[in-house]
């Protein structure tokens, strides 16, 4: 990548589109920051082309009126994981037709299967596939075979020219790096030790949040749980802090 002459932005640096006007810019990951950036590029007259190099479910943002995160909850309450799947994919389908036409190819697990196996996020459409299905935002291929000073060429043989170049993957938890004593609560990837639905509290009064890979359904658990314990702190018998 030290070849490429033009710029090499990862998304948690990424600001604005208006900063790649003009410009043909390579996203390379179709998660919902590879998309959402796509989408921002191509209203700040970018030129965006996105690298697909794995299976996504994309679902919409809405179903029924309601958010697709609110639905997929209430229904979690009442039904089984699979059924809830089935609905989902069911819903993404009668609303975006057959995403693997547009190279968007569905991975054969639900997705909040996917989700609490692998961590895997459904994307959560913003108006990117219509753009995609329109050719506004161009879906190369599904990896990059290398980087060349000028762009990049792909695995299926092509070749093309960039000014930019986004990636919108290699996600990963910085905790380590500035959380000074842990006490043995997360690994040194910076994740939670103990398995979902435990790893939410720690020792002197540490907790985390949203450290299970399990979305916001993961960081909704943990919420609950920290109120819970904090309230069961607050109501202790507090003499030996009168002795003090």
Not at 82 to 96: G, H, K, T
Not at 154 to 181: K, P
Request: charged letters at 25%.
């Amino acid at each position: 990548m030290e070849r490429f002459g033009g710029r090499v932005v990862h998304t948690c640096a990424y600001k604005s589109g208006a900063d790649f006007r003009g410009e043909k810019v390579l996203v390379v990951g179709c998660g919902n920051s590879g998309m959402e950036v796509s989408l921002d590029l191509f209203r700040h007259d970018a030129r965006p082309h996105m690298v697909v190099r794995n299976t996504v479910h994309v679902l919409p943002r809405e179903m029924l009126g309601w958010s697709t995160f609110v639905v997929t909850m209430a229904l979690l309450r009442w039904l089984p994981l699979r059924l809830v799947d089935q609905f989902l994919c069911a819903m993404a389908r009668l609303m975006f037709g057959d995403t693997d036409r547009l190279g968007l190819r569905r991975p054969k697990r639900g997705p909040m299967e996917l989700k609490n196996l692998a961590g895997k996020t459904p994307v959560l459409d913003v108006g990117a596939l219509a753009l995609i299905r329109s050719g506004n935002i161009k879906k190369v291929m599904r990896g990059v075979k290398e980087v060349t000073r000028g762009g990049a060429k792909f695995v299926d043989g092509m070749e093309e020219q960039f000014d930019a170049i986004i990636l919108a993957t290699g996600y990963r938890s910085n905790v380590s790096s500035w959380l000074m004593d842990d006490g043995g609560l997360f690994t040194k990837e910076g994740m939670a030790k103990d398995p979902f639905p435990g790893g939410w509290k720690g020792e002197k009064g540490l907790y985390c949040v949203g450290f299970t890979r399990r979305g916001l359904l993961g960081a909704s658990h943990d919420g609950l749980n920290i109120a819970r314990d904090i309230l069961l702190q607050w109501k202790k018998p507090s003499h030996h802090l009168a002795k003090q």
